[in-house]
């Protein structure tokens, strides 16, 4: 068994409430953050421990902290990204849903490091019965004198409000995320200003991810050093990774960050290995944006080291040959997927979801799905292929916020490790519709079988 | 003529309250999430109305209703099945309950049934790929969907609405 | 004493300008002027939080300043990007830049309808212009091209939303200009579209504005709807006395009558500042309603740029292709490229265009 720190209590009876909660140890590291440090040694724990955002960016969350504007008489705000929205990722939801508590916590102390007097949830609309879960935690709280004013007598006053978004996978860029906040539409902001300096309402603002902010309270309890001392390089501390795809075990997994892509995978502490017995194809390792890897190259690197689940050793390679960490959404394929079709699926989620405000990504997206679909359904041109390409790559960099990327790289790093494929579609335009290509050379170099 | 009860006006007051004086605007999402909930789906008459709620302009609700994939801007069925196709529910079978659902409700997608209980729509990513293929319904989801699942809650709405009446 | 301001030395393409600190690379690069500035489409100088959506302005930064000089990873967008002092940016210098560019504007013309012969922005055309000078021939794009359903916007003003490229100027325009803004932008993605969602007509004061700044023939005025190509008008400046607006307009003009009346632009296409100081925004009254000569005070012909098809009357050096449309598009045969009559539905599809006499004149589709 790996570290726990996130889910440990997970499995506990009655978790949610806040009595079990506090009889498990909770609100032990708020009680520690009030009332025996200041808001900076927080913030200089957070920094220590190495934590790197968990949204998909990986960020350092310490150093983030670090950047927000304290300017004289004006609020800052800390806002909680809860808009989980890539394809592949539901651990925020599993956090929120099982140990709300855990993340109220985090929010308290984070708040308390930031300066948030007001510190706002921002959660997708479709996870519509969760701000129950939440508001009903915040009250739980609230009564037991950890939110509202003065709390513990420190002085400090900090109430959570949770809001929910109306359905845009774009609100979860973090300055679309405040404008939606704001009460608008869900349209990035060209930076800068970010939201460090001008966030929500003009002020200075954080925006960190559910699982980020509920790392916090291990960090506390533990202290910056002994996080950073769990996982390895600057991977540290535990991750939650959302397993899902042809395998056996589906479902929301804490790692410490030293273990390999292939004990991931077949191991029955985690995903059980490929569903029916089939063997893996290939595998999004980290959120539907991040490059698609075969097999082969996803249990081991270009230079054939092992692959492990961290952020340095999945981007190992590069794009040429690695992928990224992202969210943690562990995308596994089976050898009876298509990947033309998978790419489609993702090509018409990102034209879907994109705002529209730039024109690479608003017109863009729509062309490569289209394209997209020829193919997959026996209708592409060879030339398509090349034109895909070159499509993404004129998409890729030159949008206003990450969302062109995120909608270039699947498709690029599908036509890199798959385009056989590609082009067995355009060449057997009637048995592509039928049939699926299959595992051609990228299969698993393992003769592991479920 | 739309017109909020004094309980809801007083949760439109308790959302307003959340944000700082003169940033009521910010209430949009939840007060619209709001008047879904009592009208069904937004009209033009609710929206306006939620735009003299928040003392902002009408142009400034419809801006953000069309934005957001959640607000109805058209009357739907009692029960919306809203099942998601991206990725990871695609390689786990969204497509054949996705087919399922029409066949056995006798619609396509984006339409309803004509005695008005069921509307079908397939949406984007929702979040929940480890238990799919997966619809919404209502405030809920509905995970790990077969064939029988779905007969099955098909038969538990026609149930329910059954009752209500 | 107070300290004298300290410039910022930024230099674009090889050429060194001295700025204002806090001026913007694209600013910085039209007082350079000429080609090294880069094109704008949804950026205007007078309308606050304009600009970095269209991203025809993107630009290399070589070096970011002389303190930090390492080089930006990404293009930039020029117009929402300060200078810092030291800054080496490369516009037309750079490969990377050219290429995004043509890129962009493949983007921006990939849905949109081509119908120049039938559009009363043809020959101002922003996007005509960005086309010709930063774009490739043909298009790549093999697909129906998006359309809209219609909306009347009033009596003054005509929407054509098949043409709006979504710079957000008309926008901000009915924000900045009038109290209350009844049109914006709804729905998302490549379905975003200008509307007022229930038909509404656009009738503020100001309103008019949004024709003098949409860069395309999205938004027109409908007096002057297939009244006369611009170019075969003659623009001169007036003004007369008005209670509401600074009254100083360009007439557009064929002989005694007058055509259109618009406010007064600058080189890069933005209307100018008026004699009073403030940004020369004129009133619906003074656009739309004074047309008669009689009604003003004519100063003189307006200067327009010797390049432009206003001062030519005509094109000049036009080549007319020899070449099919397969050949030059690599064997593909794009559809829909120059199809007016299934896009636009403004014209009566059984008149032949090539079969009217001289230029097409909104009278040869009434016969």
């Known amino acids: ?450 | 003529m739309v017109q909020f009860s004094e309980e809801k006006m007083a949760k439109v007051r308790e959302i307003i309250a959340r944000y700082p004086e003169g940033k009521q605007k910010s209430a949009l999402l939840p007060v619209l999430h709001l008047a879904q909930e009592v009208y069904g789906w937004l009209s033009s008459e609710t929206m306006d109305y939620v735009a003299s709620l928040l003392q902002i302009e009408p142009i400034e609700v419809y801006e953000v209703a069309t934005f957001y994939s959640m607000y109805n801007l058209k009357p739907v069925g009692k029960y919306m099945f809203e099942v998601c196709q991206t990725g990871p529910c695609m390689i786990s079978g969204s497509d054949a309950i996705i087919d399922y659902i029409k066949q056995r409700l006798g619609i396509g997608v984006g339409e309803t049934t004509p005695d008005g209980m069921f509307t079908l729509k397939t949406v984007e990513c929702l979040g929940a790929c480890g238990y799919a293929p997966m619809m919404q319904m209502g405030k809920h989801y509905k995970e790990h969907l077969t064939p029988e699942k779905v007969d099955q809650i098909i038969e538990d709405c026609r149930k329910q609405a059954g009752q209500l009446n | 004493m107070p300290e004298e301001k300290k410039l910022f030395k930024v230099t674009i393409d090889n050429i060194t300008v001295e700025v204002e600190p806090g001026t913007t690379i694209l600013n910085a690069a039209r007082q350079i002027g000429g080609e090294v500035t880069p094109p704008a489409m949804c950026y205007y100088s007078k309308l606050k939080n304009s600009g970095g959506k269209c991203r025809t302005c993107l630009v290399e930064v070589a070096a970011g300043s002389t303190a930090d000089p390492r080089p930006m990873p990404k293009l930039v967008a020029s117009c929402r990007t300060t200078v810092m002092d030291g800054m080496i940016v490369k516009s037309i210098t750079s490969e990377r830049v050219l290429d995004a560019r043509a890129g962009v504007v493949e983007f921006l013309l990939l849905n949109h309808p081509l119908d120049c012969p039938i559009c009363d922005q043809a020959g101002e055309c922003h996007l005509q212009d960005l086309s010709y000078e930063h774009g490739k021939e043909g298009t790549r794009y093999e697909f129906n091209r998006r359309t809209f359903k219609k909306h009347d916007l009033g009596d003054y003003i005509q929407l054509h939303m098949t043409r709006c490229i979504l710079c957000y100027r008309c926008v901000f325009t009915a924000d900045q200009l009038t109290a209350k803004r009844v049109h914006g932008v709804l729905d998302r993605g490549d379905h975003a579209e200008i509307a007022t969602y229930i038909e509404k007509s656009l009738d503020n004061d100001f309103i008019g504005n949004v024709i003098d700044v949409c860069p395309v023939g999205a938004l027109t005025d409908k007096t002057f709807r297939f009244k006369n190509r611009v170019w075969f008008t003659k623009p001169v400046d007036a003004h007369r006395d008005c209670s509401k607006c600074c009254g100083e307009v360009q007439l557009w003009m064929r002989g005694d009558e007058v055509f259109r009346v618009t406010a007064r632009k600058d080189e890069w296409g933005e209307i100018k500042d008026s004699s009073k100081g403030s940004t020369g925004w004129i009133c619906n009254e003074c656009r739309f309603e004074k047309k008669e000569a009689k009604d003003w005070v004519i100063e003189g012909p307006t200067k327009v740029s010797r390049h432009s098809v206003i001062s030519q009357g005509h094109y000049v050096n036009v080549v007319k292709p020899k070449e099919t449309l397969p050949d030059v598009m690599g064997g593909r045969a794009p559809k829909l490229l120059m199809n007016i009559h299934n896009v636009s539905e403004v014209n009566r599809p059984d008149i032949e265009l090539s079969k009217i006499d001289g230029p097409a004149h909104s009278d040869d589709f009434k016969k």
């Open chain 1, 1 to 450: 068994m790996g570290v726990k720190l996130l889910l440990e209590k997970a499995q506990v009876e009655g978790i949610r409430s806040y009595e079990v909660y506090r009889r498990e140890g909770g609100y032990r590291a708020a009680e520690k953050a009030l009332k025996t440090m200041a808001p900076d040694a927080v913030t200089e724990e957070v920094k220590k421990s190495g934590l790197r955002g968990r949204g998909g960016a990986g960020f350092p969350a310490g150093m983030k902290w670090s950047f927000l504007a304290k300017p004289e008489g004006i609020p800052r705000h800390l806002v909680c990204n809860a808009d989980e929205s890539e394809p592949g990722t539901f651990k925020d939801r599993y956090l929120m849903e099982f140990l709300p508590h855990l993340l109220i916590e985090g929010l308290l102390i984070s708040s308390y490091a930031l300066g948030s007097n007001a510190t706002y949830i921002y959660i997708r609309g479709e996870y519509a019965w969760i701000p129950d879960i939440l508001e009903q935690a915040i009250g739980e709280a609230k009564a037991n004198g950890w939110l509202g004013k003065n709390i513990l007598g420190t002085g400090f006053d900090c109430e959570i409000y949770v809001q929910r978004g109306g359905g845009a996978y774009i609100c979860g860029e973090e300055t679309a995320l405040i404008e939606s906040l704001e009460g608008k539409r869900g349209n990035p902001r060209i930076k800068p200003p970010f939201p460090a300096v001008k966030g929500v309402w003009d002020r200075p603002t954080v925006v960190n991810n559910v699982e980020t902010l509920a790392a916090v309270v291990p960090i506390i309890n533990m202290g910056g050093d002994e996080y950073a001392k769990i996982g390895v390089g600057r991977s540290t501390g535990t991750k939650l990774i959302s397993a899902c795809g042809n395998i056996n075990k589906p479902g929301v997994f804490e790692i410490d960050m030293t273990i390999s892509v292939e004990e991931f995978i077949y191991s029955d502490e985690y995903c059980g290995g490929i569903k029916n017995g089939k063997r893996l194809k290939a595998c999004i390792p980290g959120g539907s944006s991040v490059p698609i890897l075969p097999a082969n190259l996803l249990l081991k690197t270009a230079k054939g080291e092992t692959r492990y689940m961290n952020y340095e050793s999945l981007s190992d390679g590069g794009f040429a040959t690695g992928s990224m960490m992202g969210s943690g959404g562990f995308i596994v394929l089976d050898e009876d997927q298509c990947v033309v079709k998978n790419t489609y699926t993702l090509a018409r989620f990102y034209r879907h979801e994109s705002c529209g405000q730039c024109s690479p990504c608003r017109e863009g997206t729509g062309w490569m799905e289209k394209i997209l679909k020829n193919i997959d359904s026996g209708k592409g041109k060879m030339s398509d292929i090349d034109l895909l390409w070159d499509i993404q790559r004129k998409i890729e960099g030159n949008t206003i916020c990450p969302l062109g990327d995120a909608a270039a790289w699947p498709v690029a790093a599908a036509i890199r490790h798959f385009r056989d494929e590609f082009e067995w579609h355009v060449k057997n335009p009637q048995e592509c519709v039928t049939r699926n290509y299959g595992l051609a050379h990228y299969a698993d170099p393992l003769e592991v079988v479920g």
